[in-house]
T-cell receptor
Framework: NAGVTQTPKFQVLKTGQSMTLQCAQD?????MSWYRQDPGMGLRLIHY???????DQGEVPNGYNVSRSTTEDFPLRLLSAAPSQTSVYFC??????????FGQGTRLTVV | AQTVTQSQPEMSVQEAETVTLSCTYD???????LFWYKQPPSRQMILVIR??????QNATENRFSVNFQKAAKSFSLKISDSQLGDAAMYFC???????????????FGKGTKLSVKP
């Protein structure tokens, strides 16, 4: 029972580099989302998806792209990394009547 | 827009004692979920307890219970017989029960860091 699988756990990027954070869930949840966690800020929504082919922006979407080609996968792309994107990132999924299930988180440092 | 407020950035409790973490929220909806998540140093987000707004009975999970006051929009978490393993960041979260688009999003408070003293 894998739940939500998020990779990598740690990543260091140089300013201007791009990368993709992977997220996959095996619970057939229609809802998937990406959050960033910064000290004293809680978790803030970056992008979300209510189903394959449907994505929308959250509270802090600038500098990030997402796509949802399948129900299972919801990758997050950093187009040109900036030091302000240094954070801990979480992928989550849920269905109508369930709580959200989270990936293990990715600690990203942009130098 | 819905908001969630945790007014205690940090709390401390003696082992075996009881502590209550506060959470208030603002919404115009009548049907919604409320959650408490625990985040230990491992960073993993772990569901502690969930409450459906239409249920009058307060949710309980072993040593964890909530005091849900719908009219006051308050959702506090009580931890009884605190253990060293309870030390973590605790997040209160809200989600509309009416599903669709942004209504399905979780809205988090900023968290309360709980320390447990031996």
């Amino acid at each position: 029972n894998a739940g939500v699988t998020q990779t990598p756990k740690f990543q260091v990027l140089k300013t201007g580099q791009s990368m993709t954070l992977q997220c996959a869930q095996d619970m057939n949840h229609e809802y998937m989302s990406w959050y960033r966690q910064d000290p004293g800020m809680g978790l803030r929504l970056i992008h979300y998806s209510v189903g394959a082919g449907i994505t929308d922006q959250g509270e802090v979407p600038n500098g990030y792209n997402v796509s949802r080609s399948t129900t299972e996968d919801f990758p997050l792309r950093l187009l040109s990394a900036a030091p302000s994107q240094t954070s801990v990132y979480f992928c989550a999924s849920h269905s109508v009547n369930t709580e959200a299930f989270f990936g293990q988180g990715t600690r990203l440092t942009v130098v | 827009a819905q908001t969630v407020t945790q007014s205690q950035p940090e709390m401390s409790v003696q082992e075996a004692e009881t502590v209550t973490l506060s959470c208030t929220y603002d919404t115009s909806e009548s049907d919604y979920y409320l959650f408490w998540y625990k985040q230990p140093p491992s960073r993993q987000m772990i569901l502690v307890i969930r409450q459906e707004a239409y249920k009058q009975q307060n949710a309980t999970e072993n040593r964890f219970s909530v005091n849900f006051q719908k009219a006051a929009k308050s959702f506090s978490l009580k931890i009884s017989d605190s253990q060293l393993g309870d030390a973590a960041m605790y997040f209160c979260a809200y989600r509309d029960m009416n599903y669709g688009g942004s209504q399905g999003n979780l809205i988090f408070g900023k968290g309360t860091k709980l320390s447990v003293k031996p």
